[in-house]
């Protein structure tokens, strides 16, 4: 790993300033806050493959995507391993360890050479500590944040693959998504390997269901890129499927 260290530069404070103002953490925090949250980043550099932190390993510090895509996933004690999401550029991770000082609850792995934004545990509460609305701010974020585990628990018991794979597919497009002539096109290159890690699938398994939803003319691949064509049909898909 090639980390870049010392003193923010204006421009990297700038680039960081844009990411954390676009992330689920940051959104809508007072600018000036954002400002010195963004005076402490620094940029860590990672090849394919290259792990940014290990489950169970110390907190360090905050991480944002710059450039690339990073792997979250968690591997059971038999060696099976579960993708809980794949980031894109602007997504901001490790809030959890950070927050509470406890090892990290899962891995971070490079899928391509990736470089991410830095900043430190010491240097996040060194302005957490003192500001309130910082504060607030991250305590209605954790409560989103668990929200969500309860979503993906009540799918893993409750919906069949169909249905979650079209719920993952709808969840992707609202974050990843963008016009395309056919419809909606997920911006994210996803493998069917990594929609299979994130529903705890094989891959084989996936590209079955993708074929379907492709005959049903709900969605198409091209370019490694997922194209949704009817939006509404996986929608009430979705909906037959939770009735039943």
């Not at 302005?127 to 309130?132: L, T």
């Amino acid at each position: 790993m090639n980390s870049v260290n010392g003193p923010t530069s204006p421009q990297l404070a700038k680039i960081a300033s844009r990411i954390l103002a676009g992330s689920f953490l940051f959104e809508d925090l007072d600018p000036e806050l954002l400002e010195q949250l963004s005076s402490q980043a620094t940029v860590r550099r990672f090849e394919d493959g290259q792990l940014l932190f290990e489950k169970g390993s110390p907190a360090d510090g905050l991480y944002a995507v710059e450039a690339g895509k990073v792997r979250i996933s968690s591997v059971s004690e038999t060696g099976k391993e579960i993708v809980l999401n794949v980031l894109a550029p602007g997504a901001v991770f490790g809030e959890i360890a950070l927050l509470d000082g406890e090892p990290r609850t899962a891995s971070a792995r490079a899928v391509g050479p990736t470089r991410t934004l830095f900043i430190s545990r010491d240097d996040f509460f060194e302005i957490f500590d003192r500001e309130a609305p910082l504060r607030r701010h991250i305590t209605a974020l954790l409560c989103r944040r668990l929200r969500w585990v309860s979503d993906l628990l009540e799918d893993a018991n409750f919906l069949d693959l169909t249905a979650r794979l079209i719920k993952r597919i709808l969840w992707l497009a609202e974050r990843h998504g963008g016009p395309d002539p056919e419809g909606i096109r997920i911006a994210l290159p996803l493998s069917q390997q990594e929609l299979g890690l994130m529903l705890g699938v094989t891959r084989e398994a996936v590209n079955k269901k993708l074929r379907e939803l492709e005959k049903q003319g709900m969605i198409t691949r091209r370019d490694g890129r997922l194209i949704i064509k009817d939006s509404d049909g996986l929608k009430q898909l979705l909906a037959d499927a939770i009735k039943n």
